[in-house]
């Protein structure tokens, strides 16, 4: 073998990581945007705290695989809905786990999703030009609460019947439009038969998919805007230039920041 | 002079310099951090799941250290259980108990998650300042501590909020006494305490204030609310304008028929209020 440069480890990991792309880009041409994913640049000052958006998909995709497995044995039906949820507790095999999961999930996945839009507002990275992820964001939170919401009725024990009876009065004290909510919602008078199979409907086949394509273009937002530095770090990316001109290494910068920008000097 | 546009786009132009010349690739050092967290987030909620399953057990009222697996099969026609929605709804909960029907139950319920809403949404073009260190923005950091405390204190008095409990025989009695509530009004009063009134309603101190629904002891006293009034109210919230109330009156879908309604309006009218 070749002598290495004492760098090469870094190499030999990416030559590494790289076999499986190759393969895929010869057979298809997608493996480009694999390859910008993971190589693409990110600032040397990242911080722990921007793992957060990270762990909410991951929360996400936990919430996605057990839903899947629980849908094969949760029956949205007035008449079944409960027992198939005792079944799925204490007899299937590890649906106990499946059903844990997915439950104190969504309280995993809303916490971060309120960890996250917080290191977002702190780091002030929903400023200009990332203000249309921020709103994508905000579209995120609206639809998993909406998820939350869907999915408390689906047990259909005491709890789950009376919280949603709250919930679906709330949604009628809308001006105009409440009443016309609480019958979507429950599709009738009352809760009742119906009620129980549009809201698995919404909390397994609508937000989901609303979800996931939402998730998407945040991500896409991401890669093509950057991650932000933290706002403290002497080395953030985008600071303002301490020396006007030719920076040390002179790659003509200068021309790019105009004399105005230079004073009060933010992040 | 530039303007600020033109500033935000040098600085962003000067962002992407930055990372190329002195960035690091996402892959392995990033997404390592990232598979990390991950994990943790995977082995937190495993963890979560045993917790609660393990300290439980299949009845009911086996409730573990993280609450019960589930409780009694929904019901319709319970008038003891305490609705309360899932934890993080207590604070719009709670909103609720503080902004009362009728004048300003609208401001909790839907004034203010929407200008939440619209406050989130709008918040890029609010700020339109560069400025990203936290000492150089007070007002967003002053903000920022005002949301996290009241949404904090509001899920807070959501989650141990006491509740008195509707269906409780013992109760009527001492309504018949310190209301002074005439014979003609008691078939109304355990009506209204089995029915599940109390749910939502206050009676003399009994039951849940829930979705700004008001406090019943005295509104007989109301001017101008007679029997007929209050029959045709129950049977038909909605021709009052009140969307929130459920139908109770067997001619709109509701599950009373026009005795019970004429009994339960009895009640009501007689409730003058203590002393």
């Not at chain 2, 009676?203 to 045709?232: Q, W």
Request: hydrophobic residues 45%.
């Amino acid at each position: 073998m070749a002598r290495r440069a004492p760098s090469s480890r870094r190499q030999q990991l990416e030559r590494a990581a790289l076999v499986p792309v190759d393969w895929l880009e010869e057979r298809s041409g997608l493996a480009g945007g694999i390859k910008y994913f993971l190589f693409r640049k990110v600032p040397a000052d990242i911080n722990w705290m921007q793992t957060l958006g990270s762990a909410t998909l991951t929360a996400f995709i936990v919430q996605a695989v057990t839903g899947v497995v629980l849908a094969m044995y949760y029956k949205p039906d007035p008449d079944a809905a409960y027992a198939s949820i005792l079944r799925i507790t204490n007899d299937v095999t590890l649906g106990w786990l499946v059903r844990g999961m997915h439950k104190w999930g969504a309280s995993v996945f809303i916490i971060l999703m309120f960890f996250h839009m917080a290191r977002v507002f702190l780091f002030g990275a929903y400023k200009y030009p990332r203000e249309l992820n921020w709103i994508v964001g905000v579209g995120l939170l609206a639809l998993g609460l909406f998820e939350g919401f869907t999915g408390y009725l689906l047990p259909w024990d005491e709890t789950a019947y009376w919280a949603s009876v709250v919930g679906i009065n709330i949604n009628g004290t809308a001006p105009i439009l409440g009443p016309f909510i609480v019958q979507f919602l429950q599709s009738g008078i009352e809760i009742g038969e119906d009620t129980i199979s549009r809201f698995y409907a919404l909390h397994m086949l609508v937000l989901p998919g609303a979800i996931g394509g939402l998730i998407g273009l945040h991500l896409y937002l991401v890669v093509r805007l950057g991650v932000t530095s933290p706002p403290w770090s002497p080395e953030a990316a985008g600071r303002e230039r301490v020396e006007p001109g030719p920076s040390t290494n002179g790659n003509g910068r200068a021309g790019l920041v105009r004399p105005g920008a230079r004073s009060g000097a933010p992040r | 002079m530039s303007t600020r546009l033109e500033q935000r786009r040098a600085q962003h132009q000067r962002y992407k310099e930055d990372v190329k010349e002195h960035g690091k690739p996402f892959f392995p050092g990033a997404m390592w951090h990232d598979t990390v967290m991950s994990l943790v987030v995977v082995c937190v909620i495993i963890a979560l799941a045993s917790i609660w399953y393990f300290t439980s057990g299949e009845n009911p009222e086996d409730a573990g250290l993280l609450g019960p697996r589930y409780t009694e099969e929904a019901d319709a026609g319970t008038t003891n259980f305490i609705p309360r929605p899932d934890w993080y709804f207590y604070f719009l909960f709670y909103l609720l108990r503080i902004f009362k029907w009728p004048d300003s139950v609208i401001l909790g319920t839907v004034g203010i998650p929407t200008i939440l809403l619209m406050l989130m949404v709008g918040l890029p073009f609010f700020d339109l300042r560069r400025e990203r260190r936290l000492l150089r923005r007070p007002v967003a950091v002053v903000a920022a501590i005002l949301v996290v405390l009241s949404m904090g204190v509001l899920t807070y008095k959501g989650a141990t909020q006491e509740e008195a409990l509707g269906g409780d025989a013992t109760v009527v009695a001492d309504w018949v006494d310190r209301n002074n509530l005439p014979a003609s009004a008691r078939e109304g009063a355990t009506l209204f305490n089995e029915t599940g009134c109390q749910q939502c309603h206050v009676y003399l101190g009994s039951g849940s204030a829930n979705l700004g629904a008001p406090d019943l002891s005295d509104i007989g006293s109301l001017g101008g609310k007679t029997e007929d009034y209050f029959t045709r109210y129950v049977a038909n919230p909605r021709t009052f304008g009140n969307n929130v109330m459920p139908v109770y009156g067997q001619a709109n879908g509701g599950s009373l028929d026009d005795q019970q309604l004429g009994n339960l309006a009895k009640f009501l009218a007689a409730s003058k209020g203590e002393g």
